[in-house]
């Protein structure tokens, strides 16, 4: 069976004069244009003639690094529905999660740009409060890292797998980390504004929960992946809401990476600013191919790719009642009582995944009358896997 992901690089992805190959294809540059003036942004100036100084401001790198993933997807999918008749999953890396979010249909483009922009100016004004950073920890034993960063008052604000962790809180907190690191690790200060997904974000947070309110979400057409624990999520409102919390809330690639495995995934593209995660892949899934699309050279390869490893998805074949889905691998448990026509309201937990890590709970979140359950009590199943049908009443419609 083939499975095609593709994900988004996040903050720090972004190099100088990156659009510039780019914007000599048709329609490229009138729709950075477009995206620009959506984010209050001149972003053909940004991705071409802005320093590295400039564009590492968190204000403009956001932005700009979801402009340049959402325009290229359309490089590489002209039409939406191509993608989803390919795409097995998707994620997206800090704010690359919102690039992967209107990459799935959960939100359009224009919702994705204002969204970024009102998260990086947030979190700009949320950074000036304290000085605050973040280091990248290579190396070690995992657990010692951990406790070393928690011993210092710091938060491992993304875990990346294949032994990169990054720490972040006070400059003081991280002098301290450096002077007394992990055995066997190296640590590297990173150039940011300020110690991104800790608490220190909390206002910023909150900026965003008040815009959310008044956002409209599609559930994701394709299945997503969460920063915040690697599961599959089938609710669009659930998706946003995600979005919202992990600006303050660590990032476990590590957990992404392994969902992928778990769905049996054969190919892993990531779209510009490529690089980072094709990297961290690679030393994490070292079976599992990659592709990075760095430039418009890389298409026809990319298209190869593309071809080689997609395959028809759940999106194609879904019918018109409701599916309740799997949102991670495991064994699950089905809550009793839950028979054929029983009504379900809104957000009903109708069981739970088990696995060695973690219980994570099913939740139907759409109300309705149970039509069947498509597994039996005790069943492994995958990420994404159908797990109930429900026909939805009048008013969940």
Known sequence: MRVLVIVAPGQGSQTPGMLLPWLELPNFGDRIDWLGTVADLDLRAHG????????RDTAIAQPLIVATGLVTLLELFPHPHDAYAKLGAGAGHSVGEITA???????????????????ARAMARAAAVTATGMAAVLGGDRDEVLATIARHGLTPANDNGAGQIVAAGTLEQLAAFEADPPAKAKVRPLSVAG???????????????????????????????????????????????RLVSQVSSPVRWDLCMQGFADLGATGILEIPPAGTLTGLIKRALPGIATFALKSPDDLDGARAFVEEHGSS??????????????????????????????????????GAVVNLNDEHPVVAEYGGAV?????????????????????PTAEDL
């Open 195 to 241: 110690a991104f997904h800790t608490r220190h974000m909390q206002p910023a947070r909150d900026e965003l929960a008040k815009l959310a309110r008044a956002m409209t979400t599609h559930d994701p057409r394709v299945t997503l992946l969460s920063n915040a624990d690697g599961r599959v999520v089938s609710s669009g409102r659930d998706v946003l809401a």
């Open 371 to 391: 039509v069947e359950w498509l597994v039996t009590d005790g069943d492994p199943v995958s990420p994404g896997q159908p797990l109930l049908r429900l026909h």
């Open 101 to 119: 979010a209107a990459a799935t249909g959960v939100l359009s483009a224009e919702q994705a740009m204002v969204f970024v922009r009102e998260r």
């Open 313 to 350: 998805t759940l999106a194609d074949v879904q019918p018109a009642w409701r599916l309740v889905v799997s949102p991670a691998k495991g064994t699950v448990h089905i809550t009793e009582g839950l028979d054929e026509g029983v009504l379900l309201e809104p957000r009903t937990i109708v």
């Open 48 to 55: 071409t003639t802005s320093d590295a100084d400039t564009i």
